[in-house]
């Protein structure tokens, strides 16, 4: 009886210790995030530095404005720091379907600056808002349109994100 309760406290400790292990940071570095049906890449507009400029997207190149820091928060979930201007993005008003993304200085403990990037078989990533079910999603294919966020559409490209490694020096 003893060692079925001793194989029993391993294989719940196995258990644990994997599922931590699968929930530690998964990513590490400076990317830029491209929408593979677009090629093109998440940026704050024009490259402003004011709070409340509107997040868009925009065709892929290797500046700072085009780069983020990704902040490790726990598990899958981090907070984005733009190279160029020090700041992050969030939803621009109450947190619903359809509301455009807005960048925001960093705030320490801020889940509504939370993004899971949840790992596709495609080697891309859904990345959903935290404690909600709302997705960066791209408004339209054209350069310069809002990123928004909305709920997860089923095998939509609109949703889905390359992280593209890159250091820029300008």
């Given amino acids: 009886m003893k060692k079925i309760f001793l194989f029993i406290v391993v294989l719940a400790g196995l258990a644990i ?87 925001q200085p960093l705030v320490n403990n801020d889940s509504a600056q939370y993004w899971e990037f949840l790992k596709q078989d495609n080697d891309t990533y859904l990345i959903r808002l935290k404690n909600t079910e709302l997705y960066i999603t791209i408004s339209s294919d054209e350069t310069n349109s809002n990123i928004i966020l909305m709920p997860y559409q089923r095998n939509s490209t609109k949703q889905q994100w390359a992280l593209i490694e890159q250091s820029p020096t300008f």
């Fill in 17 to 103: 210790f994997g599922a931590n292990a699968y929930s530690q940071s998964i990513i590490s570095g400076t990317f830029a995030i491209k929408n593979p049906q677009t090629q093109k890449d998440v940026r704050p507009y024009r490259a402003g530095t004011a709070d409340g400029n509107k997040i868009i997207l925009y065709p892929h190149q290797e500046w700072k404005c085009m780069t983020w820091n990704f902040r490790h928060i726990e598990g899958s979930t981090y907070q984005l720091e733009n190279l160029f201007t020090g700041k992050t993005f969030q939803a621009s008003s109450a947190v619903k379907a359809g509301v455009t993304l807005w960048q």
